[in-house]
């Protein structure tokens, strides 16, 4: 679970519509373009994340 600050930051303070707007604009642009963006799964623990990513930068230096 992520851990909630003592107080929101400017981006936690615009609110979860905003979160959403924001995911769904990420999310179209991946389908758009999928040679251009990978969408990795967040959640975790940092060292997972952290797995996951070189994997997928691993993978795409590996195709070029």
Sequence with gaps: ???KPARADRLE???????????DGYRQLA???PGAWVIV?????VDAVAE?????V??????D
Excluded: Y
Aim: with cysteine; aromatic share 4%.
């Design 1 to 3: 679970a992520r851990m």
């Design 13 to 23: 303070r615009l609110g979860q519509a905003f979160q959403s707007r924001v995911h």
């Design 31 to 33: 389908q758009s373009d």
């Design 41 to 45: 799964d967040g959640t975790g623990d």
């Design 52 to 56: 996951r990513v070189r994997c997928a």
């Design 58 to 63: 691993r993978e795409r230096l590996d195709h």
